[in-house]
């Protein structure tokens, strides 16, 4: 069998129901989340673990700027950082490269990776590089820290919640190259509200928040017309296209209107919309999804 | 200017001469070094961390035993924990593989990715997939800690000081798939010992004795007859092959005497010779070095 036939959920979950468990070792959101997150002795605070990858001719395009490719290389473990309202502190970086490439080119994506990770300040403290006969790939690893009573992860939602999505959706084509995680927001979530669930969206609501759903063992009524869709997008897109690196989270209904007009204050320049509600149901609630339903179907 | 042309430690230098400083950065071994080390806060341990890769066609090649490539993968940066004397607790994995890579090849990284962790009781917590259309890598991130008095590093190296390395040299080529990096031996070490400076022979003693010395401002005389040859090699080849992973440290010579005693008793079937001294010179002092002279001179 081909890894190409297994999804890449699917795939992960085979490999990580091997992972072996050391003695001390506690992780309270499991590996199948955004974050590793887990106990050191003597802390206050959770260990918090992150690598992605970016990849020529997956993540980006041959003639993209270098300097691009490093602030999104940067920006996509940072935006799981967020979803974990976890604070990021040190990155490292490996470079994957061939000898051909201009040395110019590795300067500009160093430049787009400080760059982005001084806006948060993260500190870029090691690194490797290699050579290879491929494309180019970079892989960014990001430590840092939690309070234990602010972690947060795609579990505990409860039947009731209301669901918040952050900014717009469906406009991933134009942002995925410039986006902003969402890490201020999501601190300051979690240091004035109890947030029971979140998530960032990296792969497309219709594909992330099932993946929520299911970890919180809920199911979810999405309300289509207050979807809030990116200018020049559809509802499809809103669902369907990934990389909207939006924070989606559950909460209870009973600090809906609080958290709005708080929210109101501190981000005025950023939405915050109720677009549903987590339920009882163990399956999927909104059949009138159009397009968007297969995306939901596929991915449960 | 391409990649090529830079080696890879100027290209490091090049890149690492631009990194931003965090706030309340501290990192008392810089990033050349083995191991990113740094402080975090309420802490007795600095927080250590290492990524590494191997990418197929560079560092395994296409046919090799996929459990094989999983040790290896694991094994480098841990073999840069031992230099550090740090003991590591966590991995992630980041796999970049095509679509048709067979599942059961993915299945073998990971078995032996897992055996590796075990070994050294490290819990593998996380990681990412990606497609790629070049050939696979695999790069693996360990965070771990070191007590603030047993840190071991490139640098405090000092004139007088004893060399010694441990195990044989030159046997990379049936090795390095196999090897265990030296982490019981250097905890044992900086437990009994004050070692001045450490670090692991990934490149070749010809390459790596040059960048203890450079990094501990000092310059180095060894005895070519005193090296320890592995079975089957050549001289050049214990100074010129890389992928011993063996430890290669100073100490200083009034501690010769039990070091040695001590370590007979404790690794009765692990050499461990004395190959030389660090001294004032600044530049190279061993000129009868055979062919290994040019390899020391290119690497300065």
């Not at 999804?7 to 129901?17: M, P, S, W």
């Not at 003639?63 to 691009?68: I, K």
Request: overall charge positive; aromatic content about 6%.
């Amino acid at each position: 069998m081909k890894l190409g036939a297994l999804g890449e959920d699917r795939l992960l979950n085979k490999i990580l129901l091997h992972l072996p468990r050391g003695k001390d070792r506690k992780v309270p959101a499991g590996s199948a989340d955004d974050c590793a997150i887990v106990e050191i002795s003597g802390s206050k605070k959770y260990l918090v673990l992150k690598t992605d990858c970016v990849v020529e001719g997956v993540h980006f395009l041959r003639g993209t700027n270098p300097s691009d490719v490093g602030w999104k290389a940067m920006m996509r473990p940072l935006s799981d950082f967020a979803a974990a309202s976890a604070l990021p502190k040190f990155a490292l970086i490996t470079l994957i490269a061939p000898q051909q490439t201009n040395v110019a080119w590795v300067l500009g994506l160093y430049r787009g990776l400080r760059r982005a990770g001084s806006r948060f300040e993260v500190s870029i403290v090691g690194g490797e590089t290699s050579n290879t006969p491929g494309p180019i790939a970079v892989s960014v690893t990001v430590i840092g820290f939690v309070e234990k009573s602010r972690v947060a992860s795609r579990q505990g939602g409860k039947p009731g919640d209301d669901l918040f999505v952050t900014g717009r959706l469906g406009s991933a084509s134009e942002k995925h190259l410039k986006f902003t995680p969402r890490i201020v927001e999501s601190r300051w979530l979690t240091k004035h509200f109890s947030v029971h669930a979140m998530m960032d969206l990296s792969d497309g609501l219709g594909a992330d928040l099932p993946r929520l759903a299911r970890a919180s063992k809920v199911g979810f009524d999405i309300e289509l017309e207050n979807l809030p869709v990116a200018r020049g997008a559809t509802i499809d897109n809103a669902i369907s296209e990934g990389e909207d690196y939006e924070l989606l989270f559950a909460i209870s209904p009973r600090n809906r209107n609080s958290l709005q007009r708080q929210w109101r204050r501190k981000f005025p320049k950023l939405p915050l919309t109720r677009i549903g509600a987590l339920n009882h149901k163990a399956h999927l609630a909104n059949r009138k999804l159009p397009r968007g339903y297969v995306h939901f179907q596929q991915s449960r």
